[in-house]
């Protein structure tokens, strides 16, 4: 375990990103597509910044990421990259569904790395965690283009199951992620949805 957050540290240090969580998303993406050149991206808990910087080199200068977190980030935009726009805003109020639409009324990709603080309680850490990918499921379906796509983190545990049902209820495709630069004892995954079938 040790070598392997060695290995991404080391890689997002090198390569100049604030975090090792930029690699779950590229691994993600290089697989599964589900953000292209040009697009609308919406990063919820963007704080400290890794994956809303990636996504505007992928979606480049004719694309836009907007960032949203309850911290505040200063992370400049990367050569060649689109334009970030971050917003400091709770995700669980109101206001920032208004907020955001005064940059875009709906976007082609939401992506969430959002999670709780953990107490050590697997039960607590999975509620909360819940609560979390519960809200930008509901934001998705508020805030996603028709045929968009969705990719959050959620902790694995007795009420996932049924979140990926709800999902499935809103997407065509979904499908759970595991990306290698996880930790392999972490109960981390991804729910990535593809094709939003709009309200």
Known sequence: MRKVKDFYYKKAKKNKYPARSVYKLEEALNKHKFIRRGDSVLDLGCCPGSWSLYASE????????????????????????????????????????????????????????????????????????????????????????????????????????????EAGELFDKVKTVKPKSSRVESREVFVLGMGFRGK
């Open 58 to 165: 992928v979606v480049g200068e004719k694309g836009i990421v907007v960032g949203v977190d309850i911290q505040e980030v200063e992370a400049s935009p990367r050569s060649g990259g689109s334009e970030i726009i971050w917003l400091r805003h709770n995700i669980m109020k109101p206001e920032m569904i208004v907020e955001v639409r005064k940059i875009r009324p709906a976007f082609r990709v939401l992506i969430s790395d959002l999670a709780p603080r953990t107490t050590g309680n697997r039960w607590a850490d999975h509620q909360q965690s819940m609560i979390l990918v519960r809200q930008t499921l509901a934001l998705a379906s508020e805030l996603l283009l028709p045929k968009g796509n969705y990719y959050c983190k959620a902790f694995q545990g007795e009420d996932y199951p049924e979140f990926v049902k």
